[in-house]
């Protein structure tokens, strides 16, 4: 006897697989809805500041947070700050790198 297609239940199948996305590309979509990648890549670069600059710099950093795209760094002296504003462009660069596209606009030393 000739079995009987049924176009029904090969569109069910199709929608539950469709529907078994990784949790990734979940994680990703709600992110995307929600708006929330700038503030995703903003941790992550504060996240990445001890990997950059070092742990010496990272030690005698007090406080770092981003603000309209500008990142502000309390440092504990005031050598470290002139010899890091020398570097500032490489710093930014480096930064950036870290998330791939261009977040920083501005790095100021406090």
Not at 1 to 20: D, G, I, V, W
Not at 35 to 61: C, K, P, S, Y
Not at 80 to 101: C, F, H, P, W, Y
């Given at each position: 006897?000739?079995?009987?297609?049924?176009?029904?239940?090969?569109?069910?199948?199709?929608?539950?697989?469709?529907?078994?996305?990784?949790?990734?590309?979940?994680?990703?979509?709600?992110i995307?809805?929600?708006?929330?990648?700038?503030?995703?890549?903003?941790?992550?670069?504060?996240?990445?500041?001890?990997?950059?600059?070092?742990?010496?710099?990272?030690?005698?950093?007090?406080?770092?947070y981003?603000?309209?795209?500008?990142?502000?760094?309390?440092?504990?002296?005031?050598?470290?700050?002139?010899?890091?504003?020398?570097?500032?462009?490489?710093?930014?660069?480096?930064?950036?790198?870290?998330?791939?596209?261009e977040?920083?606009?501005?790095?100021?030393?406090?």
């Open positions: 006897m000739k079995k009987k297609y049924n176009y029904e239940l090969e569109q069910r199948a199709n929608l539950r697989n469709n529907e078994s996305n990784p949790v990734s590309r979940i994680v990703k979509e709600l995307e809805h929600y708006h929330l990648q700038d503030r995703f890549d903003e941790l992550q670069i504060m996240e990445a500041w001890n990997e950059v600059l070092g742990n010496t710099v990272a030690r005698r950093t007090k406080k770092i981003i603000q309209d795209h500008i990142l502000f760094a309390k440092l504990e002296s005031a050598s470290l700050k002139q010899e890091l504003l020398m570097a500032k462009s490489r710093i930014l660069t480096d930064l950036n790198k870290i998330v791939g596209k977040v920083l606009l501005d790095l100021i030393f406090v």
